[in-house]
């Protein structure tokens, strides 16, 4: 079946240093992308999203990319910091409205070096 | 805080057996999302109830079931459970819109369920 799926399970990078995890989607028809954050212990966190219309989008130090053409997403984390570990998710939807429920990937696990 | 809170926290029980998993949304939201997440399968939406009703179902066994009351507060019912039916399950309220339109949740901190 369709589903979205991330390439790496964890991903280590020193504090301070830009982080960029990627995530590959199938679901061709999903018009919105959204990341999520999970810290341990916490329920995922919504970060940043972007509708299939837009290629990037910017927030408070990440940035998101959609590339349509090979069905593949990404967030760039920048300067990353300690309060940045967490395991990333990214998911999917149909419709903006909420009358689906989001397909999320497997998660990538961020870990800051210090 | 989301404001999404779920009890109990950690649940053991054994092969066979049923619990109920309660959900409160956030003040004022109408709509309550139940997802499971283990380690295997990652996070799946089970159901979604708006305002008391059914709106949308996922990956839900039909050894779940699952109600929105009056007073929106949520049960998730796991019945006949099975070892593989350990996990984190997850309640989620819409907390709105966001710039681009997107449905944003916001997540409990879930319960734990451990079968034995």
């Known amino acids: 079946g369709e589903s979205v799926g991330l390439h790496l399970p964890t991903l280590s990078v020193q504090e301070g240093d830009n982080s960029i995890i990627n995530c590959a989607y199938s679901?061709?028809?999903?018009?919105?992308f959204i990341w999520y954050k999970q810290e341990s212990g916490k329920g995922p966190q919504f970060i940043i999203d972007?509708?299939?219309?837009?290629d990037k989008r910017q927030g408070q130090r990440v940035t998101v990319l959609l590339n349509k053409t090979v069905k593949h997403l990404s967030l760039q984390i920048a300067a990353t910091q300690p309060g940045d570990s967490a395991v990333y998710f990214c998911?999917?939807?149909?419709?903006?409205?909420?009358?689906?429920?989001?397909?999320f990937g497997k998660g990538t696990h961020l870990i800051i070096q210090p | 805080d989301s404001g999404v809170t779920q009890t109990p926290k950690h649940l053991i029980t054994a092969t066979g057996q049923r619990v109920t998993l309660r959900c409160s949304p956030r003040?004022?939201?109408?709509?309550v999302y139940w997802y499971q997440q283990s380690l295997d399968q990652g996070l799946q939406f089970l159901i979604q109830?708006?305002?008391?009703?059914?709106?949308a179902k996922g990956n839900i066994l039909e050894r779940f079931s699952a109600q929105q009351f009056p007073d929106l507060h949520s049960e998730l019912n796991l019945s006949s459970l099975e070892l593989g039916d350990s996990a984190l399950y997850f309640c989620?309220?819409?907390?709105?819109?966001?710039?681009?339109?997107?449905?944003?949740?916001?997540f409990g901190a879930g319960s734990r369920l451990t079968v034995l």
């Open positions: 679901n061709s028809a999903s018009d919105y």
């Open positions: 998911a999917e939807t149909l419709s903006g409205g909420g009358a689906d429920g989001l397909t």
């Open positions: 972007i509708r299939s219309n837009m």
């Open positions: 989620a309220s819409s907390v709105g819109v966001s710039d681009s339109g997107a449905n944003v949740l916001t």
């Open positions: 003040s004022g939201d109408l709509s």
């Open positions: 109830y708006y305002n008391g009703e059914e709106r």
